[in-house]
C-alpha cells in the first residue's frame, strides 16, 4: 500500500493501524526511509514463499489532492487534482521503481486506486479518493508511460478496483479502447456481489487474467466468508481470491481473521499477541489444501468447491454448510481413471478449529460425507489420476 500521507497540518482522524507515511510528505522533496514496518512485512512474505506482489495507492499524496488531506474531499467528488494526474503517476512508478531497488522487491501488478466509485469523504478513518471515470481513464494511461520510462515494462496495471463486480464493469467498459489494452489485470471487489459472470466474461474478452483482490465481513465464524469464497470461485472464477486484512482492532464484529488492539506501542494496551478468530480456521479449510496451480472443477451440487491440482495429483472438496440442518453429500468420481482408498477429512465448525476426522472409506468411484451446520469440511484424495478423454468414434 503506497500510502499518500497525511497532512501534517491538520488533525489527523486515520485510525493509528490505517497511517500510511508517504514517500513524498511534500511537492519535491521525498524520504526514501518512509513506511519501513510495511517494506519489513513485506520482505517477510517473499522470504516465506509469496510470489506475488501488487502494489496499490488508497490516495495520492496529501498535497495533490483538492481538499487538502488523503482522506477524501469534501463531498466524496473526485479528490486527485487534474493538474497533479500525472504527477501522481509519476510518484508511484518512482516508488515502485526506487523499491525495487532499494528492497529488492518485483512488482507484478499496480493499481492507482482502491473503490474509485467510492465516496470517500474528508475525515475518513482511512485514506480514499473518489475517481471519476475518464479520471480513472488519464490516470491509467500516465501510469503505463511512467512505469516505461522506468524499465518497468514488466508491471502490469490492474483495474478499476471497483466495490463490486458491476462496478468495475461499469468503469472498464467506458474506458476508451486505448486504455482499456493497457489494464493487464481484470480486479474488482466482492463487497456488492453483483454480475460476477458479467465481469467473468468481460476479462475472458480481453484475454486478461482476472482477480477478486478484497473482501471481508464481521462474521467472526467465519462461515459467511465460506460462501462468499465457494460463490466467487463458482461463478466470478478469479485466478486470486484475496482477504481484505488479516488482522484487524475490532474485536466482536471483525474484519480480521485476527484480532489486535493495533494501538502504539506506548498505550497500556499494546500486545504483540493476537487473538485467533474462527474464521481463521475457515480460510485454513481452503488456502490449507486448494495450493496455487490447482484447476477448479465442476462438482455438480451447490455447496462444495473442487479442485484437482495436477502436480500433485491431489483432489481437494470444500463443502460449505451455512444452514441449521446437517446434510450427506455423495460425490461420484467416475471422472478419474485412479482414486485412493479414502478420503481425509477436515472440519471447522463452532467446536472445532480445522479438526482432521476419521478418513471416509471410497468404493465404486464413489463417498458420502455427512455435512454438520455451520461448518466448512474439506475433503482430500491424494495420487487421484485424471481418466482418458471419452472416445466418440476411433477411425
Excluded at 126 to 134: L, R, V
Excluded at 314 to 329: C, G, K, M, Q
Excluded at 366 to 372: D, E, S
Aim: glycine share 8%.
Amino acid at each position: 500500500n503506497i500510502g499518500g500521507g497525511e497532512n501534517p497540518g491538520i488533525k489527523n482522524s486515520i485510525d493509528y493501524y490505517a497511517q500510511m507515511p508517504g514517500f513524498e510528505p511534500t511537492n519535491g522533496v521525498w524520504d526514501w526511509s518512509a513506511d519501513a514496518n510495511q517494506r519489513w512485512m513485506l520482505k517477510a512474505a517473499i522470504a516465506r514463499g509469496v510470489n506475488h506482489v501488487e502494489v496499490f495507492a488508497n490516495s495520492p499524496p496529501w498535497w495533490m489532492t483538492a481538499s487538502g488531506s488523503a482522506t477524501g474531499s469534501v463531498g466524496g467528488t473526485n479528490n486527485l487534482q487534474v493538474a497533479y494526474e500525472d504527477a501522481f503517476a509519476a510518484y508511484l512508478a518512482t516508488v515502485m521503481s526506487n523499491l525495487t531497488v532499494m528492497d529488492g522487491v518485483h512488482f507484478e501488478f499496480v493499481t492507482p486506486m482502491n473503490e474509485p466509485d467510492g465516496g470517500w469523504s474528508y475525515g475518513n478513518y482511512q485514506e480514499g479518493c473518489h475517481m471519476s471515470i475518464d479520471q480513472q481513464a488519464r490516470v491509467v494511461n500516465y501510469l503505463r508511460a511512467e512505469l516505461d520510462a522506468r524499465g518497468l515494462q514488466s508491471a502490469g496495471i490492474a483495474a478499476s478496483e471497483g466495490s463490486s463486480e458491476q462496478n468495475a464493469i461499469n468503469d472498464l467498459i467506458a474506458y476508451p479502447p486505448a486504455t482499456l489494452a493497457k489494464v493487464s489485470l481484470v480486479a474488482a471487489h466482492t463487497y456488492g456481489n453483483s454480475n460476477p459472470s458479467g465481469l467473468r466474461n468481460l476479462a475472458a474478452s480481453l484475454q486478461q487474467p482476472l482477480w477478486q483482490t478484497e473482501y471481508g465481513n464481521t462474521d467472526n465464524t467465519g462461515i459467511n466468508m465460506a460462501r462468499r469464497i465457494h460463490d466467487d470461485m463458482t461463478m466470478l472464477r478469479p485466478n486470486s481470491w484475496i482477504h481484505w486484512q488479516f488482522v484487524k482492532n475490532d474485536s466482536h464484529t471483525s474484519y480480521g481473521l485476527l484480532y489486535n488492539p493495533f494501538v502504539s506501542p506506548t498505550n497500556s494496551l499494546y500486545t504483540t499477541n493476537s487473538t485467533i478468530h474462527e474464521s481463521f480456521y475457515v480460510m485454513g479449510q481452503f488456502s490449507q489444501f486448494i495450493l496455487p496451480g490447482s484447476q477448479i472443477i465442476n462438482v455438480g451440487d451447490n455447496d462444495t468447491l473442487g479442485a484437482y491440482n495436477p502436480t500433485n495429483q491431489t483432489l481437494v472438496l470444500v463443502a460449505v454448510n451455512d444452514s441449521t440442518n446437517s446434510f450427506n453429500l455423495t460425490y461420484n468420481l467416475g471422472a478419474f481413471a485412479f482414486l485412493p482408498s479414502q478420503a481425509s477429512e477436515y472440519r471447522t465448525s463452532s467446536t472445532e478449529n480445522l479438526v482432521a476426522l476419521a478418513p471416509l472409506p471410497v468404493a465404486s468411484h464413489q463417498f458420502t460425507a455427512a455435512i454438520i451446520p455451520q461448518s466448512v469440511t474439506t475433503l482430500v484424495l491424494t495420487n487421484v489420476i485424471l481418466g482418458p478423454p471419452q472416445i466418440v468414434m476411433d477411425l
